[in-house]
């Protein structure tokens, strides 16, 4: 059952529009993973859900409460993880907690209990009475997860949580997520490592220009470039002779054929067996191979196919 629904999130700045009629569904207990190139939109989008900002038209629906109606109401039920580590570096990792949950009207053996089970959630207990100045980067997240949890959130939004962190502390931190979303709190991530997002969501939303272009499972997504593999092959004179598109489509496996410049791009359900017969096509007509690359199908891949563009740019 969905716990979040936006319809139609539209956000303008006199002549830009940001985001340009979003609409999306969470299911309550799923992990949704945010994707977007600089400019996409993607933060707008996670401002207005967080109502930091007011949509312009549109509106997002979070356990009930509307983000437009009832903005004290969904600020309650969600805990937001900033990018940027929002701790005080002189108090300790107890004091920055229990701080932040006096901000959210907690207080007494109910704040003590809840500081207890999370600095034990992000293994830190031992080291409650250290100052955060003194904590590595990896530590100082977790940190800052916990102080997004004190209230226990239905909905918790994590931007970048895994940014300069240390290997070790990124697994601390996935199995955190894990136990999170087991505990029955339903999350949005954004990263910008492919790789995590692969390994921790259960749907993907990709977004571009400020509209959504692609969302779904991951072995949805991928299915976009083929089962079986994609073809690049980039070919000389530029620019394809008529009927090579088409001769391509017709061969065994080939799923799908893109066309632009020189570049032909080839999805197949077996990139080994379909490659031979293409060969031969573009010997028939009398192109040359520039470059020819064969790739099994991947996260990264389908993100810039859609985009044009690396995550990171």
Known sequence: MPLVNAENLVK????LTAVDGVSFHIDEGQIFGFLGPN?????????MLSTYL????????IDGFSITRQTAKVK???G???QEIALYPTLTAIQNL???GKMY?????????RCHELLDLVELWERRDSRVENFSGGMKRRINMAAGLLHQPRFLLLDEPTVGVDPQSREHIFDTIFKIRDAGTTILYTSHYMEEVELLCDYIAIMDKGKLVAGGTLKQLLSMLGEGGVIEIEVVPPGCPGGLVENMKMQNGV???RHEDSQLTISSKNSAHSLPPLLKVLEDSGCDIERLEIYTPNLEKLFIRLTGKELRE
């Not at 303008?12 to 002549?15: R, T």
């Not at 400019?39 to 401002?47: E, H, L, M, N, R």
Request: hydrophobic share 30%; proline share 5%.
């Open 12 to 15: 303008k700045y006199d002549k």
């Open 39 to 47: 400019g996409a939109g993607k933060s707008t989008t996670i401002s």
């Open 54 to 61: 007011e949509p312009t038209s549109g509106d997002a629906v």
């Open 76 to 78: 309650s039920i969600i």
């Open 80 to 82: 937001v993880v900033p």
């Open 98 to 100: 229990k701080f932040y």
């Open 105 to 113: 009207g907690m207080g007494g053996e109910e704040l003590d209990q």
């Open 255 to 257: 799923t799908a054929v």
